[in-house]
């Protein structure tokens, strides 16, 4: 994933393309730690893309403005990942070594990262696939679970790291989960597992939907809304 900048009036801001095949339109989304990214549907081209957020500088210099200072900090390597659907922590020791890549060896709930810990996109990655392995263990499991109490049938199940979404679910009734669902109490990722079960059979977020939804979580805008506070404490 490769970030690119905005001029701004005084700065260079930066963003990141996500690749969309749902995505109709360029749209540009500041989430509220400070993280642009811009969202392009397939079959648009990158100089279509970068043109398109050169237009909305104003936009963004108004929105930037709206976020608390607080919000906005610059990310510094973790010293745990807490995996509250797991019940884990998993402290982290780093040692910087001259190298390309970074190896990450574990023993009882400790990661040790060796190599270029100080690329923050290289770090993110390597630990990411240590959570999604994690993660398709233990969410395959689990999203089964749910289809068979609630009487629901996907097709295929894919684990990744998205940053702006917790789950998606295709047409062809295939799956996408994001692995920093570990990060989550089990009841907030019961919540997303059914909403993305739900599109199995509503793909949309009509009355119906919500109706299928509280068939299965009655606390699902309790859910809802403490699923919009969690990413902020996301390390990653």
Same mark, same amino acid.
């Given at each position: 994933?490769?970030? *690119?900048?905005?001029?701004?009036?005084?700065? @260079? *801001?930066?963003?990141?393309?996500?690749?969309?095949?749902?995505?109709? *339109?360029?749209?540009?989304?500041?989430?509220? &730690?400070?993280? =642009?990214?811009? !969202? !392009?549907?397939?079959?648009?081209?990158?100089?279509?893309?970068?043109?398109?957020?050169?237009?909305?500088?104003?936009?963004?210099?108004?929105?930037?403005? &709206? +976020?608390?200072?607080?919000?906005?900090?610059?990310?510094?390597?973790?010293?745990?990942?807490?995996?509250? *659907?797991?019940?884990?922590?998993?402290?982290?020791?780093?040692?910087?070594?001259?190298?390309?890549?970074?190896?990450? @060896?574990?023993?009882?709930?400790?990661?040790?990262?060796?190599?270029? /810990?100080?690329?923050?996109?290289?770090?993110?990655?390597?630990?990411?696939?240590?959570?999604?392995?994690?993660?398709?263990?233990?969410?395959?499991?689990?999203? %089964?679970?749910?289809?068979?109490?609630?009487?629901?049938?996907?097709?295929?199940?894919?684990?990744?790291?998205?940053?702006?979404?917790?789950?998606?679910?295709?047409?062809?009734?295939?799956?996408?989960?994001?692995?920093?669902?570990?990060?989550?109490?089990?009841?907030? /990722?019961?919540? !997303?597992?059914?909403?993305? =079960?739900?599109?199995?059979?509503?793909?949309?977020?009509?009355? @119906?939907?919500?109706? +299928?939804?509280?068939?299965?979580?009655?606390?699902?805008?309790?859910?809802? %809304?403490?699923?919009?506070?969690?990413?902020?404490?996301?390390?990653?």
């Amino acid at each position: 994933m490769v970030d *690119y900048q905005i001029q701004l009036s005084d700065q @260079r *801001y930066p963003y990141t393309l996500v690749k969309s095949k749902r995505a109709r *339109y360029l749209r540009l989304k500041l989430a509220q &730690t400070g993280e =642009l990214s811009l !969202v !392009v549907p397939n079959g648009v081209s990158l100089a279509k893309a970068h043109a398109f957020i050169a237009t909305q500088a104003a936009w963004l210099e108004n929105k930037l403005q &709206t +976020l608390s200072p607080e919000a906005i900090k610059p990310w510094t390597k973790p010293e745990a990942l807490d995996l509250a *659907y797991l019940e884990e922590r998993w402290t982290i020791q780093y040692f910087p070594q001259a190298s390309g890549s970074i190896i990450l @060896r574990t023993s009882v709930e400790q990661l040790e990262c060796y190599g270029n /810990v100080d690329d923050t996109e290289l770090l993110k990655k390597t630990l990411g696939r240590w959570l999604k392995a994690k993660a398709e263990k233990v969410l395959s499991l689990r999203l %089964k679970w749910l289809a068979e109490q609630h009487g629901f049938h996907y097709q295929r199940l894919t684990i990744r790291g998205q940053k702006t979404r917790w789950g998606s679910c295709s047409s062809k009734k295939n799956i996408n989960l994001n692995y920093k669902l570990l990060f989550l109490d089990q009841a907030l /990722v019961d919540y !997303v597992l059914i909403h993305e =079960l739900c599109h199995t059979i509503e793909m949309n977020h009509s009355s @119906r939907f919500w109706a +299928l939804v509280a068939d299965c979580d009655v606390n699902y805008k309790a859910h809802d %809304k403490l699923l919009n506070q969690a990413s902020r404490s996301i390390p990653l």
